[in-house]
């Protein structure tokens, strides 16, 4: 089985950053898209970027674009998640998640079609 771990999250005021990294322990890692999701207490788990297989082709959500971008190490199986100028809203507990094969699917930000996810990691942003 795929096992991934999430880590980085923490609290940090309004402004500030954090890097969220995502280890996997498949070695097929670098054939697949990744995404990161995030989801906040009585709300749907919600799409925040996705990444292709290479590095050049990547996708946000309108909410996050212009302060986080994502990005992978293929050789260390790991998908990070840059998170700047953060927001009181970021708050949420962020999950990577592996998508299909190579590219992410024209609806990246649906749930559903994702395999395997991490257990999660905390972001709490103070006012």
């Known amino acids: 089985q795929v096992q991934m771990v999430e880590s980085g999250g923490g609290l940090v005021q309004a402004g500030g950053s954090l890097r969220l990294s995502c280890t996997a322990s498949?070695?097929?890692?670098?054939?697949?898209?990744m995404a990161w999701f995030r989801q906040v207490p009585g709300k749907e788990r919600e799409g925040v970027s996705c990444?292709?297989?290479?590095?050049?082709?990547?996708y946000y959500a309108d909410s996050v674009k212009g302060r986080f971008t994502i990005s992978r190490d293929n050789a260390k199986n790991t998908l990070y998640l840059q998170m700047n100028s953060l927001k009181p809203e970021d708050t949420a507990m962020y999950y990577c998640?592996?998508?299909?094969?190579?590219?992410?699917?024209?609806?990246?930000?649906?749930?559903?079609?994702?395999?395997?996810w991490g257990q999660g990691t905390q972001v709490t942003v103070s006012s």
């Open positions: 498949d070695l097929t890692f670098a054939n697949y898209a």
């Open positions: 990444i292709s297989w290479r590095v050049g082709n990547t």
């Open positions: 998640a592996r998508g299909r094969p190579y590219h992410c699917s024209a609806s990246w930000d649906n749930q559903t079609p994702y395999t395997y």
